[in-house]
């Protein structure tokens, strides 16, 4: 299976922004549901956004408010936009397809890492 990249994590402060972005191959992305999922150092990875390839947005409690999802599906890219970040949104933040009925369109990437500290 492909790997989607992910990129645009770093150190910031509480309070700051971050914009991350995901691309993938045209077999996991196109037709798709694209997700960010991140996962804390000692706790299971977990669901943030998920985005339909129509552009409908879905997000959980963790996320909603102060994370925007995108996509521009001329590009196979998807973008997670974190304002007002926190402590506790240090994590590892990946992305993928997720399959209906379970399972994943790509294998996991590398991730990239937001650490949100003073």
């Known amino acids: 299976q492909a790997q989607p990249v992910e990129s645009g994590g770093g150190l910031v402060l509480p309070g700051e922004s971050l914009r991350l972005s995901c691309a993938a191959s045209?077999?996991?992305?196109?037709?798709?549901?694209m997700g960010w999922y991140r996962q804390a150092p000692g706790k299971q990875r977990e669901l943030g956004a998920i985005?339909?390839?129509?552009?409908?947005?879905y997000y959980t409690d963790s996320a909603k408010g102060r994370f925007t999802i995108s996509r521009d599906n001329g590009k196979n890219t998807v973008y997670l936009q974190m304002n007002n970040l926190k402590p506790e949104d240090t994590a590892v933040y990946y992305c993928?397809?997720?399959?209906?009925?379970?399972?994943?369109?790509?294998?996991w990437g590398q991730g990239t890492q937001v650490t949100v500290s003073s």
């Open positions: 993928n397809a997720p399959r209906y009925g379970g399972g994943y369109y790509g294998s």
């Open positions: 045209g077999s996991i992305f196109t037709g798709n549901s």
């Open positions: 985005i339909s390839s129509g552009h409908s947005p």
